[in-house]
């Protein structure tokens, strides 16, 4: 074994950290081959010990496909569901170095329900080594995967037909993927396309020459990685740093500290807050190991500057000569993750960088269907679709077109109840009609016209299921606060829709657009100082949380009436749960559509346990007692 003295090991150190780092992910469908090719690039390159070379021996005798070789699929496919399979289903990260050069690779799952993994993977790819069964030739997942790469911006791409072994070797088979490819992937702008006939099993053009592939004059895989230019530096963009916590651990210091997205900075170089536009100059640049004059993308750094504006996490500096644009509604290329699907008009909250809005699609334009790029009309986005959506938040962001900066053109949808991340996505341009929308003042508040009519403001929601008394109960409400002077309005389901929601049906969607425009309409009543009394069914949570979220804190009371099902069903004055029953109406809620009942309502009331008069009666104390009469 060498060993190195302190200047040779020195040496060899700082050698290795000049090497320079390629991100690459293999991608493809299932079964094409790729954890057996990274298996094989990490064997190849000698970067596996000798305890991990018995283990895999082992594992390749129990759960192994190659007979008595090394299966190489299983150095990578850790989870025992995988190996079970023989699939890949999580993203696999394996780092391995050359003499010329460090690798990062990402092994994504190829099976269609895991294309989310793939996304994932592809994120912070600077290449992709696409895998094709030479015996398949190129498959819809394939087509997929490709244009993801293309969508998340990878230039660089590889063409891999492997098991070239099984169809003999053949030149004809490898020019007619390569001729199918080329024709596919014009449309997707890639830079490069290096093809490459392979065995990952046997390793033939992996790492060294494959005899039987003679007639290939072009580079081995290992040979392309280490020689492949990749697009442009993120130290090579413009500067972005958005702040992720403002540091104050005294009076005399104040500290922004994030990592550099792109570009770089220096001390006393002049920078913006993007979204406000109030500048000042980079006092100091504190780091781990103390203060530098500049530093540059991938340095977590704490910047100081020379005077107090005003700058929270969320918010992005840049450099003021340079600055990104500012908008609220944006055209954008959605992935959706998750079994619940986009729906326009739900309430979602949005992630890019540190900041975090909540927003929500105004309309899905199309969705992209892969093998042909042909745009589909919509009215949802379900797993693993692709769509192109006009997106709305509630506030104005600084972004970059995602083509142009990742770091700030990428974002991240999280469902607002569950926290889970549902989709990701790309924003292509801001919709810049939304630039000349404001919101124009007005000398009388909603708090003045309620003071006037001697009450305050709000929406009282009822929700329950259909035939669970909620109109009944709300019509009582209304005239107790009428008798009482006071100023309201009731809202029900059925009586909208016979104006304001005439065009709408009672699929999810449309339930989704019932209730956004019942919210909206909801808050111009509370605006004009009345109390608004809406009687919905509203099955999902996340609508209610929207209508909620419209409002400002205490303006929203949730009145839950809590009747069963089975007294619903036998009060159904018009046949509806019958009808459902039999399958003569869709989407019903509590047959065969879900209500979500509430967690945490302002008010419950036991329907089909009293008499309405005494619920209502509840709610009237309610309201009384928190002084909105």
């Known amino acids: 074994m060498e060993r190195f003295g302190p200047a040779a090991l020195a040496e060899h150190l700082g050698r290795h950290e000049r090497k320079g780092l390629l991100r690459f992910l293999t991608c493809g469908s299932v079964d094409d081959g790729k954890s057996t090719l990274i298996g094989r690039l990490l064997y190849d390159t000698r970067l596996l010990f ?17 007979g008595e070789d090394i299966d190489f699929a299983l150095l990578v496919d850790g989870l025992e569901a995988e190996r079970e399979q023989g699939i890949t289903i999580d993203v696999a990260y394996r780092f391995f170095a050359t003499e010329k050069r460090k690798f990062i690779v990402a092994d994504t799952p190829g099976h269609e329900q895991y294309t989310r993994n793939m996304v994932t993977g592809a994120s912070n790819a600077d290449l992709a080594v696409i895998l094709i069964d030479a015996r398949k030739g190129l498959l819809t997942q394939t087509r997929r995967h490709a244009y993801i790469a293309s969508l998340l911006g990878i230039k660089n791409i590889v063409l891999a037909v492997n098991k070239i072994d099984l169809v003999g070797h053949s030149k004809a088979v490898f020019d007619r993927i390569r001729a199918d490819f080329d024709g596919f992937a014009q449309a997707l702008g890639f830079q490069g396309v290096q093809p490459i006939p392979l065995s990952a099993r046997f390793g033939d053009n992996v790492t060294r020459r494959g005899g039987s592939l003679s007639w290939y004059d072009g580079p081995t895989l290992l040979e392309h990685l280490e020689a492949v230019e990749v697009g442009r530096h993120e130290t090579e963009r413009p500067l972005r740093f958005p702040v992720q916590w403002v540091n104050r651990p005294g009076p005399d210091f104040r500290g922004y500290c994030g990592t550099i997205a792109s570009g770089g900075v220096t001390v006393g170089e002049e920078l913006a807050v993007a979204a406000s536009g109030r500048t000042s100059t980079v006092k100091s640049i504190v780091t781990f190991d103390g203060e530098k004059e500049s530093a540059v993308a991938g340095e977590a750094v704490t910047i100081t500057l020379a005077d107090e504006i005003d700058v929270s996490r969320g918010d992005l500096l840049c450099s003021a000569n340079q600055r990104p644009e500012v908008a609220d509604q944006f055209s954008a290329h959605v992935v959706w993750m998750h079994e619940e699907p986009l729906v326009p008009g739900r309430s979602y909250l949005f992630k890019i960088g540190t900041k975090t809005v909540s927003g ?55 469902d607002r109840l569950s926290n889970l991340t549902v989709g990701a996505g790309m924003i292509d341009f801001a919709l810049r009609r939304a630039a000349n929308i404001h919101w124009q003042p007005v000398d009388l508040d909603k708090h003045s016209r309620g003071a006037v009519l001697g009450q305050r403001p709000a929406a009282i929601w009822f929700t329950g299921l259909s035939g669970a008394g909620k109109s009944t109960v709300a019509n009582i409400v209304e005239k107790r606060l009428f008798a009482l002077g006071k100023h309201t309005y009731l809202l029900d389901g059925d009586n909208v829709r016979h104006g304001l929601n005439r ?72 046949g509806l749960y019958k009808k459902a029953r039999e399958g ?34 509840q709610v009237v104390e309610y309201l009384r007692d928190q002084g909105y009469i």
Request: include cysteine; charge should be negative; charged fraction near 30%.
């Open 50 to 66: 000798e305890d991990q070379l018995a283990t895999l021996r082992k594992e390749s005798a129990r759960h192994g496909t190659a």
């Open 360 to 414: 929500s699609a105004t309309e899905i334009k199309y969705k992209v269907e892969v093998n042909a790029f042909q745009h589909l009309a919509a009215k949802k986005v379900d797993l693993n679709e692709i769509a192109v959506v006009n997106l709305s938040f509630r506030e104005p962001i600084a972004f970059d077109p995602y083509a142009e900066n990742p770091a700030t053109g990428g974002f991240i949808v999280i």
């Open 503 to 574: 065009d709408l049906g009672f699929t999810e969607v449309d339930r989704v657009e019932n209730i956004r425009r019942v919210a909206e309409t909801a808050r111009l009543f509370v605006d004009a100082g009345l109390i608004v009394l809406c009687s919905f069914i509203s099955p999902f949570r996340s609508e209610r949380r929207l209508a909620r979220d419209l409002l400002e804190p205490g303006e929203f009371v949730e009145v839950f009436v809590d009747t069963p099902l089975h007294v619903a069903e036998r009060r159904d004055a018009k």
């Open 584 to 617: 003569r109406i869709k989407n019903f809620t509590g047959i065969d559509s879900p209500y979500e009942a509430p967690e945490r309502p302002e008010i419950t009331l036991a329907g089909g346990m009293a008499a309405p008069e005494d619920l209502a009666d």
